[in-house]
T-cell receptor, first 114, second 112 residues
Framework: GAGVSQSPRYKVAKRGQDVALRCDPISGHVSLFWYQQALGQGPEFLTYFQNEAQLDKSGLPSDRFFAERPEGSVSTLKIQRTQQEDSAVYLC????????????FGSGTRLTVV | DAKTTQPTSMDCAEGRAANLPCNHSTISGNEYVYWYRQIHSQGPQYIIHGLKNNETNEMASLIITEDRKSSTLILPHATLRDTAVYYCIVSGVQTGANNLFFGTGTRLTVIP
């Protein structure tokens, strides 16, 4: 597609429920990133993939957060046993592989945990 | 990666140039300056980046001081659609160093 696509656009989860957020990057982009954005704050890095390899997961806030990109294209961010503090916009970005090309972000998934 | 300092908010009259400053006094020699913006309810949008020289593209110009400790993003003729949060980011291109630190940015409001 022409851009990075994320689904669902909005997700409401009950506390304790597991959720899965999907990211379709731009075709051919080898690098994929997940960011978390709390209300009124800038995006914060969660994890980074180069093709199917997860090279950096230092930003994942707890072991309830898990990301995968098994075939090097679509990625899924899974949050287990959601908590209220997980409420945020989850942004996915992709790039050609080197940062100087800039990242293309999707519109994000707004997760609300009630 | 070096951190940046930006004003919290700025106003600009429609049709005038918007000049957004950024301080990055701890920038190192291999670190680029990136600018992104985020319009309400959208993901961040890449604007421009530079290393040492001034850069210009269809969206904006980036002026980097000779000592590289600060830079200015210039939107030459601001429109209402330029109202957004603008993030100045300094980051290296080392292998594995792919995290962009956004901070809180500058909220630019373009006034009719």
């Amino acid at each position: 597609g022409a851009g990075v696509s994320q689904s669902p656009r909005y997700k409401v989860a009950k506390r304790g429920q597991d959720v899965a957020l999907r990211c379709d990057p731009i075709s051919g982009h080898v690098s994929l990133f997940w960011y978390q954005q709390a209300l009124g704050q800038g995006p914060e890095f969660l994890t980074y993939f180069q093709n199917e390899a997860q090279l950096d997961k230092s930003g994942l806030p707890s072991d309830r957060f898990f990301a995968e990109r098994p075939e090097g294209s679509v990625s899924t961010l899974k949050i287990q046993r959601t908590q209220q503090e997980d409420s945020a916009v989850y942004l996915c970005a992709s790039s050609m592989g080197q940062r100087r090309y800039g990242y293309t972000f999707g519109s994000g998934t707004r997760l609300t945990v009630v | 990666d070096a951190k940046t300092t930006q004003p919290t908010s700025m106003d600009c009259a429609e049709g005038r140039a918007a000049n957004l400053p950024c301080n990055h006094s701890t920038i190192s020699g291999n670190e680029y300056v990136y600018w992104y913006r985020q319009i309400h309810s959208q993901g961040p949008q890449y604007i421009i980046h530079g290393l040492k020289n001034n850069e210009t593209n269809e969206m904006a110009s980036l002026i980097i001081t000779e000592d590289r400790k600060s830079s200015t993003l210039i939107l030459p003729h601001a429109t209402l659609r330029d109202t957004a949060v603008y993030y100045c980011i300094v980051s290296g291109v080392q292998t594995g160093a792919n995290n962009l630190f956004f901070g809180t940015g500058t909220r630019l409001t373009v006034i009719p």
